[in-house]
């Protein structure tokens, strides 16, 4: 499986990005869950929101009511999209898409990061 994100930028404090994530490969049937984290300068990565194969979705707090994830499947490729509204100074940094396997397909997989920066 292989994951290509997109959609990072600087931004003013209040506007809104959407990063999409398309993952693509023999075995992204075998996705299960696929998600945002984020990676603060000096921060560890946290989790952000994720999306599981049935379209349920979970988000940290810092994101509830800004955040919204979402994905679609078009043949082999599993697009994960999260709309970023709202966005504040601490939502500054690092976002990297993951996709964690159904049990059986291997472990989990990550994409490259994109940074995203908000400015106050």
């Known amino acids: 499986v292989q994951l290509q994100a997109s959609g990072g930028g600087l931004v003013q404090g209040g506007g809104s990005l959407r990063l999409s994530c398309a993952a693509s490969?023999?075995?992204?049937?075998?996705?299960?869950?696929m998600g945002w984290y984020r990676q603060a300068p000096g921060k560890q990565r946290e989790v952000i929101a994720t999306?599981?194969?049935?379209?349920?979705?979970?988000?940290a707090d810092s994101a509830k009511g800004r955040f919204t994830i979402s994905r679609d499947v078009v043949k082999n490729t599993v697009t994960v999209h999260m709309d970023m509204y709202s966005l504040k100074v601490e939502d500054t940094g690092v976002y990297y898409c993951?996709?964690?396997?159904?049990?059986?397909?291997?472990?989990?997989?990550w994409g490259q990061g994109t940074l995203v920066t908000v400015s106050s």
């Open positions: 993951n996709a964690r396997m159904m049990t059986g397909w291997g472990s989990q997989y």
């Open positions: 490969g023999q075995q992204t049937f075998a996705i299960h869950v």
């Open positions: 999306i599981n194969s049935g379209g349920h979705t979970t988000y």
